[in-house]
C-alpha cells in the first residue's frame, strides 16, 4: 500500500510539473507577442493605421516609438532594444548597417517620399517655385524652416535640395527654425508657425485642410526618399517583427501608405522626377553643422 501511495503521489507531482512547464511555456509565448518598432515621423500617419489592424489580425501588439530617424537610431543603439528600425530615408538606414545594428536580408522598402514645398492652406505667399520661395524668403519677410539636417531625413534633404541649386548661402540665415522630426516640420505649417517649410508631398493628405503643396521642378530634385524597414540585431521576436514587416509591404500594407498620400511603386515616383537618383546617399555639408 505504501509503494502504491507513493507512485500514485510522484504522479501526481510530476503531472503538477507538466502543467507547470507547460504554463510558463505559454506565459513565455504571450510574452512574445509584442515587438518594439523604432520609426522615424515620416511614417507616422500610416504606421499608426497599420500596426492597429496588424494587432487586430494577429493578436500581436506593436509598440512604436516615433521621432528623427537619426534620433531613434541612437535610442535603439544606446538602449540595445527594438525589434525593427524603420527611418524615412535609406539615408539612416544605411547608417544603422554601418553600426551593424540590421539583419540586412530583412531589409524591404515601404513606400516612396518626394520632397516638395509645403505651405499653408490656400497658399496665402503665392510660393509657386524654389526659385520665388528663396526670392520671397530673402527679400519678402516670407518665413521658411526645415527639419535639422543632421538627425532627420527630410531636413538632409532640403539640404541637399538648397546645396544643389547653388542658394544655401541665400537661404540658411533666414531659416526661422529647425524642427525635430518630419511630423514637427509639418505641425510648422498647420499651426501657422512658418509660411513655408521643406517636406515630403505626403504631408498634403495627413492635414489636407491645412497645408497645400507646391511641387519643385523635377531637375531641382536629386534624389527621390524611400522608406525602408528592417528587423535589428536586438530581436527577440523576430519572427513577429518579420510577420509585421510582410504585412506593410502586403497589399493590404499598401493600401494603407496610399491613403495616406504615400506612393508605393517605383515608376510611379519616378514620373515626378524621372532623372532624379532614388536612395543612394549624400554628405552633408559643413556649413549645415554651424
Not at 507547460?22 to 513565455?28: A, F, L, M, R, S
Not at 523604432?38 to 516609438?65: Q, R
Not at 518630419?182 to 493628405?205: M, Q, R, Y
Not at 491645412?210 to 526618399?225: G, K
Request: net charge neutral; proline share 3%; aromatic share 10%.
Amino acid at each position: 500500500m505504501k509503494n502504491k501511495i507513493f507512485i500514485s503521489g510522484a504522479c501526481v507531482f510530476l503531472t503538477c510539473i507538466i502543467l507547470l512547464s507547460g504554463c510558463v511555456e505559454e506565459k513565455k509565448e504571450t510574452e512574445n507577442k509584442t515587438i518594439m518598432v523604432f520609426a522615424g515621423a515620416a511614417s507616422m500617419p500610416a504606421m499608426k493605421e497599420a500596426a492597429s489592424i496588424f494587432e487586430e489580425k494577429y493578436n500581436i501588439t506593436v509598440e512604436l516609438n516615433f521621432g528623427s530617424s537619426g534620433t531613434v537610431l541612437s535610442q535603439m543603439e544606446i538602449s540595445k532594444q527594438g525589434d525593427i528600425y524603420i527611418p524615412g530615408s535609406n539615408d539612416f538606414m544605411d547608417k544603422a548597417k554601418e553600426k551593424r545594428i540590421i539583419e540586412e536580408d530583412t531589409e524591404k522598402i515601404l513606400a516612396y517620399l518626394l520632397p516638395a514645398i509645403v505651405v499653408q492652406k490656400g497658399n496665402p505667399k503665392n510660393i509657386s517655385s524654389l526659385d520665388e520661395l528663396v526670392y520671397k524668403v530673402a527679400h519678402k519677410n516670407v518665413t521658411l524652416a526645415i527639419c535639422n539636417p543632421v538627425s532627420c531625413c527630410v531636413g538632409l534633404y532640403a539640404a541637399e535640395i538648397f546645396d544643389k541649386n547653388n542658394v544655401t548661402t541665400k537661404i540658411k540665415e533666414k531659416i526661422i527654425t529647425y524642427a525635430k522630426s518630419c511630423s514637427d516640420t509639418e505641425s510648422l505649417i498647420v499651426l501657422k508657425k512658418a509660411d513655408a517649410v521643406i517636406g515630403w508631398d505626403a504631408f498634403g493628405t495627413w492635414h489636407p485642410d491645412d497645408a497645400d503643396i507646391v511641387y519643385l521642378n523635377s531637375s531641382q530634385i536629386p534624389r527621390i526618399a524611400y522608406i525602408p524597414a528592417a528587423v535589428t540585431k536586438f530581436s527577440k521576436n523576430k519572427e513577429s517583427s518579420q510577420k509585421f514587416i510582410d504585412f506593410l509591404t502586403s497589399e493590404d500594407g499598401k493600401k494603407i501608405f496610399k491613403k495616406w498620400g504615400y506612393i508605393t511603386k517605383e515608376n510611379e515616383i519616378k514620373k515626378y522626377a524621372p532623372h532624379a537618383k532614388i536612395g543612394e546617399s549624400y554628405n552633408l555639408s559643413n556649413i549645415w553643422y554651424k
